[in-house]
């Protein structure tokens, strides 16, 4: 018995005709579906046709005189109007780091409404405190041994830091609306902002 070789243009053929049927169908589908839209509408008055009138001139002849266009109440349509969607932005704080500890700016991006950094303006001067405390874990560190009496002590060296704070009015907005730039350190057991 010989074996039929099947023809390699028969299965390119059902293929194609696969496709076919896929994207007629699609296009049935798509046609038929209703597109409910969540826009808003707004009602506006509909503009009335031109009104004629006939006047007789001295030679008796028929003219015809056009006046102006004028709103006419007439059943309102409703016009779609597309409403703004807003977007969060994606706020980004730096941490600490060797470069950050050499003077480099410290990027703080915050969101905090004008009017409350208006009646409360160390806000932001206590917030940098308590960023400052919260890294001291990561601060240089030193052990100081005293081996004839059998203790040791750690210090730690504040450094000062230099931070950039950029103030947003909420989740929204796409560009500060105040920069500002200060400077914490730590002199004897207290924390200057400067």
């Not at 053929?13 to 046609?31: E, G, I, P, R, T």
């Not at 001067?125 to 040791?152: M, T």
């Amino acid at each position: 018995m010989s074996k039929r070789k099947s023809s390699p243009i028969m299965p390119i053929f059902f293929l194609k005709l696969s496709l076919f049927f896929c994207f007629a169908f699609l296009m049935v589908a798509c046609n038929e579906v209703e597109i409910k839209s969540n826009l808003h509408h707004i009602v506006t008055p509909e503009v009335s046709e031109v009104p004629t009138h006939q006047i007789l001139n001295d030679t008796g002849l028929k003219l015809q005189t056009v006046k102006p266009i004028s709103l006419k109440e007439a059943p309102s349509k409703k016009v779609a109007i597309a409403q703004i969607k807003k977007q969060e932005q994606i706020r980004q704080s730096e941490g600490l780091s060797d470069v950050k500890l050499n003077g480099e700016p410290i990027l703080l991006q915050e969101e905090i409404a004008e009017n409350i950094l208006v009646n409360n303006p160390d806000t932001i001067k206590q917030y940098l405190k308590q960023i400052y405390l919260g890294q001291s874990r990561n601060f240089p560190r030193s052990i100081a041994d005293d081996f004839e009496h059998g203790v040791s002590r750690e210090y730690i060296s504040y450094p000062i830091l230099n931070f950039r704070v950029e103030l947003f009015e909420d989740a929204y907005a796409k560009k500060p609306y105040r920069i500002l730039g200060y400077t914490v350190k730590k002199e004897n057991d207290l924390l200057i902002v400067e």
